[in-house]
């Protein structure tokens, strides 16, 4: 189960990675906390008239499309959009949006997807949100909530029966270590970074934070799967600029240089060995368990 603040992050954190566990026969679903109005259309290609009217409607399409793409299910909870607070000081947020949802309120939502899916794997973000997006620091709070009251029958007793997830892991597929590889490799054959001001970014993000890939416990394998990884985000027209950053770098070269995702292990209750491969490591027989 990949849990997401808005339409088009399942799409950009550990896309190929679900895409992968699907084509292995997995379940995947991916959850979707809120509906993602307040995005802002990122596309130029997108921004014309009829569009912004019914962005709502036009994200759940966005949705669907992203979905089949990647080859998982995907369910809404049905919270509101916080948007991205900007300007100096920063704007309240607005009444009714998921950041201001009372922590239980949102963590009894998704533990009823987590007693209905059963998901022994949880994927979210980190207590940052990845980056600081109130929506994604909520998802954060609420996913860790969920993990630890899913299984506990004295929690939340009208949200379905207890299921205990076995694993929660954070998405940290935005590196500093992978953008420099990929420097490295234009300067090699000379011409020049087209990710040279994302980098710049993320070196400042670093010096004050370190590298993310200092968390990272687990690297899965999923080269095979970046084509479908970017046609899921394609399929957020509004949001992903085809020409913009993420489809800057040439596939061929991503899978040959860097042809994992990155995962830091935030809880377990199953043993396993780090680094691990696989998000699955130490969950025995997760194939074969037969419904009782
Ligand atoms: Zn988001």
Redesign the pocket.
Known sequence: MAV???P??ESSKGAATTARYAAEGHEVLVVTLTGGERGDILNPAMNIPGILDRISDVRREEMAEAAKALGVRQTWLGFVDSGLPEGDPLPPLPEGCFALVPLDEATEALVKVVREFKPHVITTYDEMGGYP?P??IMCHKVSAAAFDAAGDPERFPDAGEPWTPLKLYYNHGFSLARLELFAEEYERIGEPFPMQDWMDRMRKYAAERGDIMARVTTQVECAKYFPQRDDALRAHATQIDPNGAFFAIPLEMQQRLWPTEEFELAQTRVRTAIPETDLFAGIEDADEEAPR
Request: aromatic share 0%; glycine share 0%; net charge negative.
């Open positions: 997401h603040a808005h088009d992050d997006h929506d994604h």
